[in-house]
């Protein structure tokens, strides 16, 4: 089996809002974000009550990857051919003559044959790379993002750079495991490869908003993304949980030994034809 990785990328997602804008919207629905089911049962929160703590920009990893796989082998079967009537006692085919048999009042006949196949299967996966939650891949088509040349200087100012947890291995070995599908009855296998087509690690532009219900002392993070607009209530203040340095060596994981492991046998030869070498 030949497995061939593409270029290993790394993007960040142009912002459509910006933080302004965010917070208008944001402070617009805050009592009914922070009130949720305990506001409606016990009564409304009042305005007042909400203070505004502060604002974390931050850019959250999205993993895009998209894995191909093709098998062509060829594989032994028996035809079994009906006849065009009873009379018919042998058929000759490329120079054979074979008898026809009777079986529940049908006449055929039977030949041996070698069936040349193929095999192919193609998948985009895309996965948050805090948690690996799977979403959409074509969910963020439509926006704009820039390539990020360096990712170990990537440092925007005032910018929280969400390292994922998620690494390009695990990814990897998740979607080749869904491409990767038995043959039935293979004969001889010619050709059995894995293109790996698309890894790339997307930063999703995100803006946290943190606020406190007073009387309460109870603090809540509403999470704005700011490339669709979509605001939810069940945020969290990810500063003081992922600290550390972006490095590519960190992220992008992949080594011939990594990607070895995730062939069913572990004896299998696997080559892995690296299109990218880091430079240091």
Known sequence: MEISLTDERAYSYNAQFNPDVARDRVEQKKVQLMAGTMGSLFGQIKPEDIKYIGMENRLEPCWLVTISSRTVYDRARRYTVPVSGAEVVSVSVLGQELPVDIKDKLSSFSMDAIEHCQQSMRISRAFLGVQGAPTDPEKYNPFAKTLIPDLNTF?????????????????????????????????????????????????????????????????????????????????????????????RDLIFDVTADAVGMLVPGGSIAVKLVKAVVDQK
């Open 155 to 247: 440092a925007p100012e005032g910018v929280l750079v969400v390292l994922p947890q998620l690494r390009a291995t695990a990814v990897a070995r998740q979607v080749i495991g869904e491409v990767l599908r038995p043959v039935q009855n293979a004969h001889t296998i010619h050709e059995e490869r894995v293109d790996v087509e698309t890894l790339d690690l997307n930063f999703l532009p995100v803006y946290a908003f943190e606020y406190e219900r007073i009387s309460k002392s109870k603090r809540t993070v509403i999470e704005f993304n700011a490339l669709t607009g979509e605001i939810n209530s069940g945020g969290l203040r990810l500063q003081d949980q992922f600290k550390g340095i972006v490095t």
